[in-house]
């Protein structure tokens, strides 16, 4: 650990975010789904929390998550698909 030389480091692990890069999924997110997702600058603002907490303290992790959990069982299948040869 470098915390004896003022290194702190926080792990982020955010759920949806609704960012263009959604664009590129199998099955990209509709209108709806994109409503109910985080935004970019939700998890900026706690990556902003992490880094102007005092030096006495350090967030090791934070979990977030979408307030509405969407069904993500048929972007899964979906996406499992990619790559498989045609069936016929």
Known sequence: MLRDKGIRATTVMPGEVDTPILGN???PP???ARATMMQADDVARAILL???LP??????????SPT???DMSRDIEVAR???EPERG
């Not at 030096?55 to 977030?64: A, K, L, N, Y």
């Open 68 to 70: 509405i959990a969407r």
């Open 25 to 27: 999924r199998p099955l």
């Open 55 to 64: 030096d006495r303290m350090v967030i090791e992790e934070i979990v977030m």
């Open 30 to 32: 509709d209108a709806a």
């Open 50 to 52: 992490c880094v102007t």
């Open 81 to 83: 698909r990619v790559g």
